[in-house]
């Protein structure tokens, strides 16, 4: 039996069928405004507020203070205790960068997540993250070594990528295929503001289900994902009595 962890977000787990794969690292892609950031603060607040577990999360976007209102804006009201008591790790840009080079910040990074201590882990995004490295192959390289190191310290991963198109023949990074699972977030305009769609592409070692699925983003909730699309159409009917 593959061992999973909870995502805590709902509808996710489901398709999911029960989480994603211990351990592991998955790909959160999409494009600005999709949700990848609230996904990943929910995914690390679900997890000190429902299931124990310690959660790191890296923002090369956004300091602190930001992430800390983003995250009680979306209704996530003890975002700041938990850092304040240790649940919940940020090494924000301003950390990561501390010292002079990036590896050595890595380095840094790498020796304070030893340990059982943490069990989630966001890379908040890798996109940011890879600007860092000279070349592709060089970015290939590290990426592999820093989801190993991860995996090894029992952290199970989620790294944001911005990536605009989702079917594109020939444009996906290889990043998608480097890690364990992919999920894309997808936002059309209409009318009336955003659809917002899940796919899980990809979940090694595990029967996900492929489709697509409507999601939503909403204060005081986060994100939850619809499994029965007609709902989630009743639910934007304006003119509907529910
Ligand atoms: N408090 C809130 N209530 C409802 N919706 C919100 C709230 N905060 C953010 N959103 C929605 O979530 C979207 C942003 O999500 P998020 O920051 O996770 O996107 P992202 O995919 O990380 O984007 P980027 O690539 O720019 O980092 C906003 O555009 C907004 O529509
Ligand atoms: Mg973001």
Redesign the pocket.
């Known amino acids: 039996m593959v061992e999973l962890t909870k995502t805590g977000i709902d509808g996710l787990d489901e398709i999911l069928n029960g989480g994603i794969v211990k351990n592991s690292t998955t790909l959160v892609s999409?494009n600005?405004?999709?949700?990848?950031?609230?996904?990943g603060l929910q995914y690390i607040y679900n997890g000190v507020e429902q299931f124990d577990e310690k959660g790191v999360f890296l923002s090369f976007?956004e300091n602190e203070q930001d992430l800390r209102e983003?995250a009680e804006?979306?209704g996530f009201e003890n975002w700041g205790d938990h850092v304040e008591e240790g649940n919940i790790k940020i090494y924000d840009k301003k950390e990561l960068l501390r010292e002079n080079d990036f590896n050595s910040s890595l380095e840094l990074l790498l020796g304070e997540l030893d340990g059982d201590d943490y069990e989630r882990l966001v890379l908040d995004s890798l996109t940011m993250f890879q600007l860092f490295f000279d070349s592709e192959r060089e970015k290939r390289t590290y990426l592999l070594k820093f989801t190993d190191i991860l995996s090894e310290n029992n952290l199970t991963t989620l790294m944001?990528n911005?990536q605009g198109t989702v079917f594109p023949e020939t444009d996906i990074g290889l990043e998608n295929f480097l890690t364990d699972g992919n999920i894309f977030?997808l936002q059309t305009p209409t009318d009336s503001g955003v659809n917002r769609y899940a796919w899980v592409a990809k979940m090694r070692k595990k029967n996900i289900d492929t489709d697509i699925f409507p999601m939503e983003?909403?204060?005081g909730n986060g994100i939850t994902v619809h499994e029965n699309a007609s709902a989630f159409s009743m639910m934007n009917d304006n003119d509907s009595p529910l």
Request: aromatic share 0%; hydrophobic share 40%.
């Open positions: 999409g600005p405004g999709a949700g990848k950031s609230i996904l976007e983003a804006s979306i944001t911005e977030l983003i909403l204060e």
